[in-house]
C-alpha cells in the first residue's frame, strides 16, 4: 500500500544571499520536526530578486549544504515569482 504524497510549501522574501540561511535552516528544522519521509525537496530561487551575475558561488554552496539529505532528491529552478520557495514534497515514513 503506498501513502499519497504531500507538498509542503513556504515562500522566503529575504534579501540575497542571507536568504539562502534562512532556507537552510527551514530544511533543517522540517526534518527534525517532521516524522514525514521526503521525496522531493524543490527550492525555487526568484529572478525577479536576485540576477543571474550574482548567483554565484552562493547556490552551489547552498546546493552542497544540502547534499546530505538522506533519501532526498533536491532540485533547484529558477523562477518568475517574488519570492523564493521551497517546496516539500513527502509521504509517511514506511
Not at 35 to 44: M, W
Not at 67 to 79: D, E, F, P, S, Y
Amino acid at each position: 500500500m503506498t501513502a499519497e504524497a504531500t507538498t509542503e510549501v513556504e515562500t522566503f522574501p529575504g534579501p540575497w544571499p542571507s536568504v539562502l540561511l534562512e532556507m537552510k535552516d527551514f530544511v533543517d528544522l522540517w526534518f527534525l520536526t517532521k516524522r514525514k519521509h521526503a521525496a522531493t525537496v524543490r527550492i525555487f530561487i526568484s529572478r525577479t530578486l536576485v540576477p543571474q551575475a550574482s548567483l554565484q558561488p552562493h547556490v552551489r554552496e547552498f546546493k552542497a549544504s544540502l547534499a546530505n539529505i538522506a533519501g532526498c532528491r533536491v532540485v533547484l529552478k529558477g523562477t518568475e515569482a517574488a519570492a523564493h520557495k521551497i517546496e516539500i514534497e513527502y509521504g509517511e515514513k514506511p
